[in-house]
């Protein structure tokens, strides 16, 4: 049978990486403008950029990440102010911006009248998930660009998130326009979600902030998204941050064959162990996190032994991503991941 020829489809992209300079970011600016998606360093992981104002460039998003269309999009702005023309802020909401912005922490408000995010970023919801980053790249990224920018973190649904430019390129070769490589996340973690709906604000996802650093200020607990519906926390079911391995949590020793993920170096000097933090720093642990878990899933072992991490500050985010690499998967069930 005779092949019809396919053209490709429109500017989707190489395999082009630049290093976040002046050079990289007005690039990045210029593809952005034209409706082009672009993976970018930020503190937390590496994101995955498009106009947040632009119903294609969103889909793109979307596309590129085989993300289910239901799981809203976090929507990067430079400033508090530029965040206020978007979502509008409850008193307590508005308190928590101003003391941990910029930083890992992303707000679920109500859109304001005015808000230029388009629905698609939104997922049709009547809210909106902002956040201010801290890292310099990130923040002259959205400037350069002069709009708001919606970014996932830029790895395929469901997949380990990236913390370097080549995490990334692995993972999404060929179906973005660029990365800008601004060297490793130094957090590690995704941002800790929080959202001010009716009732009390709910903890929707543990992250880069611990929930006893937001609590202490608030002077009251947060309520937890478990037991809600995907109605309030549309990302946070099921299996995610998935290596290829099999994860088998909790271990206190290294059966043979197995890769480990230590912590405290409870499995001793042993081939194939990475240790997250010898000295069991927590926040040393969430940096190595996502990073480990790409080199010991690269050895091809068929499962990774993780040592037990305490749950208290930012363990309480680095036990929930494990919780969810280690959890059953169904290939080609795409839902709830991001
Ligand atoms: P990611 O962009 O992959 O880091 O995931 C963003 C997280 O924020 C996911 O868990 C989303 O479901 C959540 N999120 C984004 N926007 C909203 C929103 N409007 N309401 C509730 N959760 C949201
Ligand atoms: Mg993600």
């Not at 630049?18 to 970018?40: L, N, P, S, T, W």
């Not at 940096?287 to 072992?301: T, Y």
Request: charged share 20%; net charge negative.
């Amino acid at each position: 049978m005779k092949r019809e020829f396919v053209a490709p489809g429109p500017a989707l992209a190489t395999q082009k990486t630049m290093d976040a300079d002046a050079a990289g970011i007005a690039e990045a600016a210029r593809v952005i403008g034209a409706g082009g998606i672009v993976a970018f360093p930020t503190e937390t992981v590496y994101g995955l950029a498009g106009d947040a104002t632009s119903d294609a460039a969103v889909a793109r998003i979307y596309a590129a990440k085989a993300r289910p269309e239901f799981n809203p999009l976090i929507t990067h702005v430079a400033s508090l102010d530029a965040a206020r023309e978007q979502g509008v802020f409850p008193a307590e909401a508005l308190h928590l911006a101003k003391l941990f912005w910029p930083g890992p922490l992303t707000l679920v408000v109500p859109p304001a009248p005015g808000a230029t995010v388009c629905a698609a970023a939104r997922a049709g919801r009547q809210t909106i998930a902002l956040r201010v980053p801290i890292h310099p790249v990130a923040l002259a990224l959205i400037s350069a660009a002069g709009r708001p920018l919606a970014a996932p973190s830029a790895n395929r649904s469901g997949q380990v998130s990236p913390v370097t430019a080549a995490h990334v390129a692995q993972d999404l070769s060929g179906a973005i326009d660029l990365i800008l490589d601004g060297g490793r996340c130094s957090v590690g973690l995704e941002s800790t979600v929080i959202a001010y709906l009716e009732g009390p604000p709910l903890l929707l996802r543990p992250g880069g902030i611990a929930r006893a650093d937001i609590e202490a200020v608030l002077g009251h607990a947060l309520a937890d998204s478990a037991g809600t519906t995907t109605l309030h926390s549309p990302g946070m079911l099921h299996s995610h941050y998935a290596p290829r391995a099999k994860l088998r949590l909790d271990a206190t020793e290294l059966a043979e064959g197995e890769a480990g993920l230590d912590f405290g170096g409870i499995f001793g000097a042993r081939k194939n162990v990475l240790d997250l933090s010898a000295r069991r720093d927590l926040a040393e642990a969430a940096a190595n996190l996502f990073s480990f878990l790409h080199d010991l899933d690269a050895l091809g072992l068929p499962c990774i032994a993780v040592a037990p991490i305490p749950r208290d500050g930012l363990g309480e985010a680095i036990n929930d991503r494990l919780t969810r690499a280690a959890a059953p998967r169904e290939r080609g069930d795409a839902g709830f991941k991001s």
